[in-house]
Each structure stands twice: as structure tokens, then as C-alpha cells.
């Protein structure tokens, strides 16, 4: 699973972006900060950083810059309200990859993560989960969509999208409620949390997609355990 870093510091920004991004199947570390995103760029190794311009302390023309003067080759992809060519010009010559300006459309935002990542050596069995089929209901991840056998498609949102997707990158065994909160929703660890957020979302994701709410084929409970696909669905791309 391919890791990313986004440095954005909106709240509605970055929350945006990064279920977008859980939702496509990739895991997100996020910060505010242009100097912590700086420090965790160094410590770990990403597959990609997100990096907005506007930042507190350090700007994200900072954090690019002294990544490459540090010889870090991560792909960065800019983030900015500042349009103007001048600004545009000098991320790309401090090493930025690419640069979308704000507003902007999530679902570019998406395609141009995907394809600077197949450029920089994304393997083919990396390739996230685009489309679940069960004989009733099809659902594809991609339009955060579900279209049941002879009715109107019904829209997901990026929470009940990373669900199914991180099921099927699992499909062989039971994922646990711990796993969900940490994987999905971001905690840094699920010791001690006590919520019921995702039972909460399971059900509601139920409401759309199963063809008996009383008796799940899709989304099914393995009581004590957790959750996993139901033998019918098949997972593609």
C-alpha cells in the first residue's frame, strides 16, 4: 500500500483530500505544519507528498527546497491559491513535480496522484481495488458509486469507499474494529478507544448496498471478530 504525506494546513482542504485519498485505497500521514512536514519527510520514507504553499513557519517552496538540496527524489505534488505563472515557475524549479492551484477538483487531484505514482514505479499488484461485483449490486470505488441490478445508482461517501476497499484489499480474512479506526480513520493507535463510529458507518453503508438488510451478502459481521466480504463479491480493477 503506497504512503503519503499531505501538508496542508485548511481543515476543509486537507480533510477533503485526504478521505479522498484513504477512500482510493493509499494511506495518508497528515500535518499542518510546513517544518513537521519537513521533519517527517526526512524520517520516513513517502511515496508521495502532498505540500501546500501557504503554510505556517516554513512554506511548502521551503520544505521543496531543502528536500532537494538533501537529495530526497520524492515525487511532491504543490498545492496553492497562487496561480500567477512566477509562483507555478518557481515550485517546479525547486523540484516540485507538479502543481494544481486552488480551487480544484478532487477528483483531478486523484488522477494526477495516480499518475505520478505509476510513473515513479507503482507495480502493477499495488494497484488499488476500482470495482466490487456481487450478482445483485455493483459498486464502483472509483465514482463512489453503488448500482443495484435494476435501479438508480445510489452515492457513497469517502468513509463507506475506504471500507469496502480496504475489505477487499483484505478479502481472505476477518478485519477488526482496531484496524478500521487506525487504517481507515486515521487514529494513531486504537488502544483504549471506545466508539462506535465504525458500526455506525457499516450500518449505514448496509442501508445502500446490501440486497437484504436483514440478511448482508456483501458487508458480513463475523460476530466477536469483525467484518469481510461475502463469498459472492469479486474484486477488480
Not at 83 to 95: M, W
Not at 197 to 212: A, F, Q, S
Request: hydrophobic fraction near 35%; aromatic fraction near 4%.
Amino acid at each position: 500500500m503506497k504512503t503519503i504525506l499531505l501538508v496542508e494546513d485548511e481543515p476543509s482542504i486537507r480533510t477533503a483530500v485526504r478521505d479522498a485519498l484513504r477512500a482510493r485505497g493509499y494511506t495518508v500521514d497528515d500535518t499542518v505544519d510546513g517544518a513537521e512536514g519537513l521533519r517527517r519527510a526526512q524520517a520516513h520514507r513517502y511515496d508521495l507528498i502532498v505540500l501546500d504553499v501557504m503554510l505556517p513557519g516554513m512554506d511548502g517552496f521551503e520544505v521543496c527546497q531543502r528536500l532537494r538540496q538533501g537529495g530526497d527524489r520524492t515525487p511532491v505534488l504543490m498545492l496553492t491559491a497562487r496561480g500567477g505563472e512566477d509562483d507555478r515557475v518557481k515550485g517546479l524549479s525547486l523540484g516540485a513535480d507538479d502543481y494544481m492551484v486552488k480551487p480544484f477538483s478532487v477528483r483531478e487531484l486523484l488522477a494526477r496522484v495516480d499518475a505520478r505514482l505509476r510513473r515513479s514505479g507503482w507495480s502493477g499488484g499495488d494497484e488499488p481495488v476500482e470495482e466490487l461485483r456481487h450478482p445483485a449490486v455493483t459498486l464502483n470505488l472509483s465514482r463512489m458509486e453503488c448500482a443495484p441490478q435494476g435501479g438508480e445508482p445510489v452515492q457513497l461517501t469517502a468513509k463507506e469507499v475506504a471500507i469496502l476497499r480496504y475489505l477487499a484489499q483484505h478479502k481472505d480474512r476477518v478485519v477488526t474494529q482496531p484496524e478500521f479506526l487506525v487504517n481507515v480513520w486515521g487514529y494513531p493507535t486504537a488502544s483504549g478507544v471506545q466508539t462506535r463510529t465504525v458500526e455506525n458507518t457499516i450500518g449505514k453503508l448496509r442501508k445502500k448496498i446490501e440486497p437484504d438488510r436483514g440478511a448482508p451478502q456483501i458487508v458480513l459481521t463475523v460476530h466477536g471478530a469483525g467484518w469481510k466480504l461475502g463469498e459472492e463479491v469479486q474484486c477488480g480493477g
